[in-house]
């Protein structure tokens, strides 16, 4: 059978669904699987070996149904669920099997916190999509492969982080997920131990000031390398700490000792740490009984209270204690 899968957005997204193509791949007799999805996410996918051939999203979506039509697939596997995906499918007019992004449950919890939401993770909701084809889920957690040649070795970095290090995630797509810099500080003074900072470009300024506390023992890794180079780095790191973002799902691809630290979103929204039947060693921090979240099903580039209480009232000591637990 010759399968299109569809996911468009984001990097934490598109890792989640990397057990759907894997299971398919293994699981259906002579699978062939396409993916589509946005050029700048190409480089999460090229290596993957469950893939056969990528397709992008274009600004021209007729040109690109044209170049789909000419594959002849037995069947579209939306993972996006939205109205471009809705008009691929209805334009190639084969079956299809779209995923439930459960949008009236998340804006119940976020507007009236009724929390009606499944105790299911995504991934399970994923693989659900595909359950019709006699996919079950083989346990093995998210799959993240690294290109050739892309891979940074760890006598690259100073010679003070060869021994082991803390990755910390500075950056997030939303405000009201990010760590705020005041508590990274902390965070970064507090732990004594070496601390590699992840993120892109946008976060470089972020990481400078992180990095001026202790040049010996904080590098700013922010906006320096690819993100393959910096999943790179996750791998190789001891342990992460992160917030709800894209490296988080990397570093549980790779089966990293996980802090997560919950700002604006909630664990409840079936996007925590995954790792399938491993025992994945990680702990969510959160700020308990605030009434205010979760404020939105993504994030925010402010607080919608003005006081952002889910970041700043975060226990630094706790989260200290954690890490070096996992150390």
């Known amino acids: 059978m010759k399968f299109l899968v569809i996911r468009f957005s984001s990097i934490g997204d598109i890792v989640l669904t990397t057990p759907v193509i894997r299971c398919l791949k293994k699981q259906v007799p002579g699978c062939v699987i396409h993916y589509l999805t946005k050029k700048s996410f190409s480089s999460l996918l090229e290596s993957n070996p469950y893939i056969d051939r990528l397709y992008f999203l274009e600004d021209d979506l007729s ?19 939205n109205m471009r995906t809705l008009r691929v499918k209805r334009a190639l007019k084969k079956k299809s099997f779209s995923f439930e992004k459960l949008n009236v449950q998340k804006w119940l919890m976020t507007n009236l916190k009724w929390d009606i939401l499944p105790n299911i993770h995504i991934v399970d909701r994923y693989l659900d999509t595909v359950s019709s084809f006699g996919v079950v889920n083989d346990g093995a957690g998210l ?67 992180l990095a001026g506390l202790n040049p010996e023992r904080i590098f700013n890794a922010c906006g320096v390398f690819t993100l393959n180079e910096s999943a790179s780095l996750v791998k190789q790191a001891r342990v992460i700490l992160t917030p709800d973002t894209g490296l988080m799902h990397i570093a549980a691809a790779f089966q990293k000792p996980l802090v997560a630290v919950w700002g604006n979103t909630i664990p409840q929204f079936g996007m925590y740490p995954y790792s399938g039947h491993f025992l994945l060693p990680y702990v969510n921090m959160e700020v308990p009984d605030l009434a205010c979240r979760p404020c939105s099903k993504i994030g925010y580039d402010t607080c919608p209270k003005k006081h952002f209480r889910c970041m700043l009232d975060q226990d630094v000591s706790e989260i200290c204690s954690a890490i070096k637990s996992f150390w």
């Open 63 to 81: 040109s690109l149904v044209e170049k789909l039509h000419g594959e002849n697939y037995d069947a579209v596997i939306d993972l996006h669920n």
């Open 143 to 209: 799959d993240y492969f690294i290109p050739a040649g892309q891979e940074l070795k760890i006598a690259q970095l100073p010679r003070s982080f060869h021994d082991g290090y803390v990755g910390v995630v500075t950056g997030a797509a939303h405000a009201t997920k990010r760590i705020p810099l005041e508590q990274l500080k902390r965070i970064c003074i507090s732990l004594d131990l070496p601390v590699v900072l992840l993120g892109g470009q946008e976060d470089r300024e972020t990481g400078d000031v």
